[in-house]
C-alpha cells in the first residue's frame, strides 16, 4: 500500500494550464487542484472561497476584502479565474479515475477575514457567521458538483483551509484598529458550524492549518477525515491527540518539505521525523502508509517555479519512501 502525496494548493505564477500540468504531473495518484494568487485579488484563497459564496459577494478594500450588496468586479473575476482553473484541470485528468482535492477556505477563517460594511470582522457578529457559513455550503455544493461533472472519474476530497482556526478558538483574532482581539468563540458554535459544512461533501473532507496548535480533537469530532498540518510545528505536547486520531482512523496530511526555497534533504530524510512520531505513539509501522499522506508544509505560492516543481515530486519520492521503509 503506498504513502500517498498531494500539494496542498497554491503554486507560483498565473498560467493556470502550466499550474494544471504541474499538479497533476507531479502527483498522478492524487492530483488537486491548483490556486494562483499572483493574478492579483480574486485569485487570493480569500478572494476565491468569496466568488463560491451564494447570494452573498465581496469587493477589495485597502484593508482587504469588504461583503459588498451585489456582485462586482472583484467578485467577478474570483468565479472567472476559477472557472478557467477548472477547465485547465478538466484538460490534464481526461480518463482520469482516482482522489482529486479541492480546497476552499472554512468558514472561520473566512469570518475572520472578510470585513462587514463597519470595516469591522465578520467574526464578530454571530449572526452573520452563521449566514456567511450557510451561503459557504451552498456554494461548495454548486461547486462539488461542478467538479464531479467535469472529471466524472474523480474520488472528490474536499480540502478546507482554516489558518485561523487557531486563533479565532482562542481569542486571538486583532479587530479593524488593531488595538484589540475579538472575543472567542465558544468552542462548540465552531464545531457545529464546521460538522454542518462538511455534511455538504459525501467523500472525505481533511482541513488544513499550517499555524500551531492546530485543534485536533475539535476537528475529529466535527467530522473531518483528515487533517493537513505543517509537520514542523507540531511538539511532542501534542502526541496524545495526534495518537488518539490515527487510532480513530483520521488521516494526516504531514507537511514535511519546505514550502519556500532552500534545500531539500533526501527523501528519506523529509519523513524521518514521522517515522519518529509514530515510534513515540507506540503504532505500528505497517499503518503509516495508510495513515500519512505526504504534502508540502503548506501552498507553494511563495515558491520559485523551479522548486515548487522539485518539491511536488520530492513529496512523491518521500511517501514511496515511507511505505518502502516504514520502519
Known amino acids: 500500500m503506498s504513502a500517498g502525496a498531494t500539494g496542498v494548493g497554491s503554486l507560483p505564477g498565473g498560467d493556470a494550464r502550466e499550474a ?3 499538479a497533476t504531473g507531479s502527483f498522478e495518484d492524487f492530483p488537486y487542484l491548483p490556486e494562483l494568487p499572483a493574478r492579483g485579488p480574486g485569485a487570493d484563497m480569500i478572494g476565491r472561497s468569496i466568488g463560491l459564496l451564494v ?27 476559477l472557472g478557467e482553473d477548472l477547465d485547465a484541470l478538466e484538460e490534464f ?8 482535492k479541492v480546497q476552499a477556505v472554512g468558514p472561520w477563517t473566512l469570518a475572520a477575514a472578510l470585513e462587514l460594511h463597519g470595516g469591522e470582522a465578520m467574526l464578530q457578529d454571530a449572526g452573520a457567521c452563521r449566514d456567511l457559513a450557510g451561503s459557504l455550503a451552498e456554494g461548495l455544493r454548486e461547486h462539488l458538483a ?3 461533472r467535469r472529471i466524472p472519474g474523480a474520488d ?20 479593524a484598529s488593531g488595538y484589540r482581539t475579538y472575543r472567542a468563540v465558544d468552542r462548540q458554535v ?20 499550517c499555524a500551531p496548535e492546530v485543534p485536533f480533537g475539535l476537528l475529529r469530532r466535527a467530522g473531518a477525515t483528515g487533517v493537513s498540518f505543517d509537520f514542523s510545528l507540531l511538539t511532542e505536547r501534542e502526541d496524545d ?6 487510532e480513530g482512523g483520521t488521516k494526516l496530511f504531514a507537511g514535511v518539505v519546505p514550502g519556500t526555497d532552500g534545500p531539500l534533504s533526501d527523501p528519506g530524510g523529509s519523513v524521518m521525523s514521522v517515522r519518529k512520531l509514530w515510534r513515540r505513539l507506540g ?45
Not at 485528468?93 to 482529486?100: H, S
Open 20 to 22: 494544471a500540468k504541474t
Open 55 to 81: 447570494d452573498m459577494y465581496g469587493h477589495v478594500e485597502p484593508s482587504g476584502w469588504r461583503i459588498s450588496d451585489r456582485p462586482g468586479r472583484d467578485t467577478r473575476r474570483a468565479r472567472s479565474w
Open 93 to 100: 485528468t481526461q480518463g482520469y479515475t482516482g482522489k482529486l
Open 146 to 148: 461542478d467538479v464531479r
Open 156 to 175: 472528490v476530497v474536499l480540502q478546507l483551509d482554516e489558518p485561523s482556526l487557531t486563533a479565532v478558538l482562542l481569542g486571538r483574532v486583532r479587530s
Open 190 to 209: 465552531v464545531e457545529g458550524a464546521l460538522r454542518d459544512l462538511f455534511a455538504v461533501h459525501d467523500g472525505e473532507v481533511i482541513v488544513h492549518s
Open 241 to 246: 491527540v495526534v495518537g488518539e486520531a490515527v
Open 283 to 327: 503504532l505500528a509501522p505497517g499503518t503509516l502508509a495508510e495513515s500519512v499522506v505526504v504534502t508540502p508544509s503548506c501552498g507553494l505560492a511563495g515558491a520559485s517555479p523551479a522548486y515548487a516543481r522539485a518539491v511536488q515530486a520530492h513529496c512523491a519520492r518521500a511517501a514511496r519512501s515511507l511505505a518502502d521503509n516504514p520502519e
